[in-house]
């Protein structure tokens, strides 16, 4: 399947990205993690402020979002192995949350969801999959990869973008914080990227193609 190349690739970019990062982390932030007292926001509520703030309550909504999602991609997974990663990454998730209310500590904010339209796509197009794929099969376990692929590459592109944020504004914790989230769902993707093409996508392309619902 061509949908876990590519994913390979945008892994391979992040990781990269993830480097320039780090370096620009440091060069901003002269000693990472210098102090673990609140961060104030520079001038407290500009517009990209209240956009920063908007976007953690995004993520807020959308970890919570996620863990239910998760939890019904476990129980409908072929796979032991994919049951498994879903059911690690539900914990992961878990944390994330306590990681963004810890951010939202630090800014001096409330920790507060904010609905996510993106988020609810992606996991409505999840919840499509496990009705419109037979039970037991692995080409459910490959559409359930892409779909939840297809929210860590939300994350991700969010995460990112609110780590590049922090260090702009000097919120040096803050930015470690995220940057923690960032790199866990990064590895999450890659792990997802290696259930697949280990054996799953194999065996889905070699799956019998006589479905009642592939008319
Ligand atoms: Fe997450
Ligand atoms: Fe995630």
């Not at 000097?170 to 923690?180: I, Q, R």
Request: hydrophobic share 35%; with cysteine; net charge negative.
């Amino acid at each position: 399947m061509a949908v876990t190349k590519s994913s390979k690739a945008g892994t391979k970019k992040s990781a990269s990205k993830k480097a320039a990062r780090s370096k620009s982390a440091k060069t901003k932030n002269g000693n990472k993690s210098a102090s673990n007292g609140s961060e104030k926001m520079n001038r407290g509520n500009s517009p990209i402020e209240k956009f920063f703030t908007d976007m953690l309550k995004d993520m807020y909504y959308t970890e919570e979002k996620l863990i239910e999602a998760l939890g019904k991609m476990e129980s409908a997974a072929t796979t032991e192995e994919l049951k498994e990663a879903f059911n690690d990454h539900a914990h992961q998730s878990k944390k994330h949350q306590r990681r963004l209310e810890k951010v939202f500590e630090l800014i001096g904010k409330k920790a507060e969801a904010k609905k996510c339209d993106a988020i609810e796509g992606i996991i409505n197009e999840a919840e499509k999959i496990i009705e419109e794929t037979p039970e037991g099969s692995m080409t459910r376990d490959a559409a359930l990869i892409i779909a939840a692929q297809k929210a860590e590459h939300y994350e991700i592109a969010s995460y990112g973008s609110l780590v590049q944020l922090a260090i702009t504004m000097g919120l040096n914790n803050v930015a470690d914080l995220l940057d923690d989230i960032l790199t866990e769902e990064e590895r999450t993707d890659q792990l997802l990227t290696d259930i697949a093409e280990t054996s799953i996508n194999m065996q889905a392309e070699n799956e019998e193609a006589a479905y009642s619902w592939m008319d």
